[in-house]
């Protein structure tokens, strides 16, 4: 079965606002976990990307890792949710072609 990565984007996308909303704590692990692995199939799949925007895909990759986890507060974690709805806004050309 193949799955786009336009669709991927979408999924993160969305599941990313969402999680500026109060949700339960499973929630936010899954969002940590598809962005983890979502953020290693664009650095995987995706040919042209600058060497910025591989810095920030590991960013992410850090950031969402669900073993080592990073505790923030919820204001920090809207913050880094915004930057990286961002960063996969921003990847829209590259993930089409």
């Given at each position: 079965?193949?799955?786009?990565?336009s669709y991927l984007r979408s999924i993160v996308i969305y599941s990313l606002f969402l999680a500026i909303l109060p949700m339960p704590y499973f929630y936010y692990m899954y969002v940590r976990l598809l962005v983890f692995i979502v953020a290693i199939i664009?650095?995987?799949?995706?040919?042209?990307?600058?060497?910025l925007e591989k810095a920030l895909l590991i960013l992410s990759v850090i950031f969402y890792n669900p073993l080592l986890v990073i505790h923030?507060?919820?204001?920090?974690w809207i913050i880094i949710n915004?930057?990286?709805?961002?960063l996969f806004w921003y990847l829209k050309p590259k993930v089409d072609t």
């Open positions: 079965m193949y799955i786009s990565l664009f650095l995987n799949r995706i040919i042209k990307l600058t060497m923030l507060n919820k204001v920090i915004t930057l990286t709805v961002g």
